[in-house]
């Protein structure tokens, strides 16, 4: 059996990532809309901004730029997350003292469908996030949370992340390249 890159493994399931285009977009909002929505039912403020009507991290322009990701199983998308290429604004800010040195990809807006929540798909795609990093030539995966999210702490943690430092009121992780 030969290995796709961009396949994903999860119990007897196949994950396909590949790159979101233009037409995916409505769908893409659909999921960020519903994911913001759970979020905020389970009494978490992230991601407020989608239910307000404002993206951040413009998803177009991030769609544009190759730098949106679909899981998908079959025709079905079952995640999505963004993989920067570069420092957002946000990202400068955060990082400003760290790890300037170090090429970096800057993985934001990570969404699981709630139909494959619970079943490590985010662990999985984080381990894509990292080797996707490194075959491009980078040298590090960043990421942030909100410094009182145990849960995204932990999950951050045990995918490999290294909790480089908190700032203001956020924790920012880091992944680097295996030598």
């Known amino acids: 059996m030969t290995t796709n890159q961009n ?3 999860l119990g007897d399931d196949i994950f396909v990532v590949k790159e979101a285009s233009v037409s995916e977009e409505a769908s893409l909002q659909q999921l960020m809309i519903d994911t913001a929505s759970w979020l ?3 009494g978490s403020s992230q991601w407020s901004d989608i239910l307000e009507g404002t993206d951040v991290h413009g998803l177009s322009d991030r769609i544009r730029d190759g730098e949106v990701f679909l899981v998908l199983r079959g025709a079905e998308i079952a995640a999505a997350f963004i993989l920067r290429k570069t420092a ?3 990202d ?3 990082w400003n003292d760290h ?3 170090a090429p970096a990809r800057y993985l934001h807006r990570l969404m699981i469908a ?3 929540s619970g079943k490590n798909l985010s662990q999985a795609i984080l381990d ?3 080797k996707e990093a490194e075959r491009t030539g980078y040298v590090a995966v960043r990421l942030d949370c909100i410094a009182e999210n145990q849960k995204l702490n932990t999950l951050y943690q045990n995918a490999g992340f290294t ?3 908190t700032v203001d009121g956020f924790c920012i992780y880091e992944k680097k390249r295996r030598n």
């Open 128 to 130: 894509w996030a990292s």
């Open 163 to 165: 909790n480089i430092a």
């Open 7 to 9: 396949n994903i493994p």
């Open 92 to 94: 400068a800010r955060l």
């Open 114 to 116: 709630r139909e494959w």
């Open 88 to 90: 957002s604004d946000w």
């Open 40 to 42: 905020k039912s389970r």
């Open 99 to 101: 790890g300037k040195d």
